[in-house]
Nanobody, 124 residues
Framework: QVQLVQSGGGSVQPGGSLTLSCVRS????????MVWFRQSPGKDREQVAW??????SPTYGASARGRFKISLERNTAYLRMDYLEPDDTAMYYC???????????????????WGNGSQVTISD
């Protein structure tokens, strides 16, 4: 069974940086969409960054643009987060779906596999 295993996360001060990792246990699709979502208490799940495994062109949600970077290396997806703000506090999830769900507005239900989640807390 395919697994996405996350690591990273933690607590940093505003302006700090964190990197999240998401390791795929095995091959998923010929063309897969790797997505990072986040969810804060009382808020909807937000699509943060996504990248098709066959592409070098990532896409970012408005809140992540210019501060976050998604990358893929072999079977691992990364989310590098810089200039973190208190509003970035959330549980972050990696997810994988078929290549045709790599677009803004893709729904959580379209993802086939999910990571275990990484808590990110930004505070003084």
């Amino acid at each position: 069974q395919v697994q996405l295993v996350q690591s990273g996360g933690g607590s940093v001060q505003p302006g700090g940086s964190l990197t999240l990792s998401c390791v795929r246990s095995e091959y998923i699709f010929n063309s897969a969409c790797m997505v990072w979502f986040r969810q804060s208490p009382g808020k909807d799940r937000e699509q943060v960054a996504w990248l098709n495994t066959g592409s070098t062109s990532p896409t970012y949600g408005a809140s992540a643009r210019g501060r976050f970077k998604i990358s893929l290396e072999r079977n691992t997806a990364y989310l590098r987060m810089d200039y973190l703000e208190p509003d970035d506090t959330a549980m972050y999830y990696c997810a994988a779906g078929p290549g045709n769900v790599c677009y803004l507005g893709a729904k959580s239900t379209q993802m086939k596999f999910w990571g275990n989640g990484s808590q990110v807390t930004i505070s003084d």
